[in-house]
């Protein structure tokens, strides 16, 4: 069975400093990896996703994760926080074989001023 | 700009009364997901739907849940009888493929409140 642990349920940071959000993930087979952003009031909206090939993977807005199949884990890192990027986020795991998506609890990141 | 649409928006009722959440997936995407957002338990997955077809509900409370797909542009996902229990955000989100790797397109949701 596949699992997804995000560590921290919440993360707070200043403007212009990084930001590192944690991703664990278990799966018996090869993962496909994501991570979601919620903005308040709104659906999930998809930053990145790893399937094959390259281990760092860029997103949109300037976030970036790097599959680490060693230590099983898929972190979100920005090298500078903007006010905008205040939201929930959401890590997700799927299998090869399957169509369901597991979404980890959630890191919500507050970026202060 | 293709979205996903969810009606209503927000929805109050009372508890023992019927409710039924509209999804209109983005044109052309074959499989649909209904989810369950609460503080307490995130995000939850209900049931999916590929090319209209059910093919997973176990995440469903059978006794009041049920999920369908009249058509390939609409979902519902209706509760009779509603509960406090039930209160909570429902996504509805669809997929161009029915593949792993798809990415899946969120609708803005539904906020239920049952009283």
């Known amino acids: 069975a596949q699992s997804v642990t995000q560590l921290g349920s919440h993360v707070s940071v200043s403007e212009g400093a990084l930001v590192l959000l944690r991703c664990n993930y278990s799966s018996s087979v090869p993962p496909y990896l994501f991570w979601y952003v919620q903005y308040p009031n709104q659906g999930l909206q998809l930053l990145l996703k790893?399937?094959?090939?390259?281990?760092l993977v860029k997103g949109i807005n300037g976030f970036e994760a790097e599959f680490k199949k060693s230590e099983t884990s898929f972190h979100l890192t920005k090298p500078s926080a903007h006010m905008s990027d205040a939201a929930e986020y959401f890590c997700a795991v799927s299998d090869t074989g399957g169509f369901k998506t597991i979404f980890g609890a959630g890191t919500r990141l507050f970026v202060k001023a | 700009d293709a979205r996903v649409t969810q009606t209503p928006r927000d929805k109050v009722t009372e508890m023992g009364q019927e409710v039924t959440m509209r999804c209109q997936p983005i044109?052309?995407?074959?499989?649909v997901f209904w989810y369950r957002q609460t503080m307490k338990q995130g995000l939850e997955l209900l049931a999916y739907?590929?090319?209209?077809?059910?093919?997973?509900d176990s995440g469903m409370p059978k006794d009041r849940f049920s999920a369908e797909m009249p058509d390939a542009t609409l979902a519902t996902l209706k509760i009779q009888p509603s509960e406090p229990r039930d209160s909570a955000v429902y996504f509805c989100a669809s997929g161009p493929d029915s593949s792993s790797t798809d990415t899946q397109y969120f609708g803005p949701g539904t906020r239920l409140t049952v009283l």
């Open positions: 790893y399937t094959t090939g390259a281990t």
């Open positions: 739907f590929r090319n209209r077809a059910p093919l997973d």
């Open positions: 044109l052309g995407h074959n499989t």
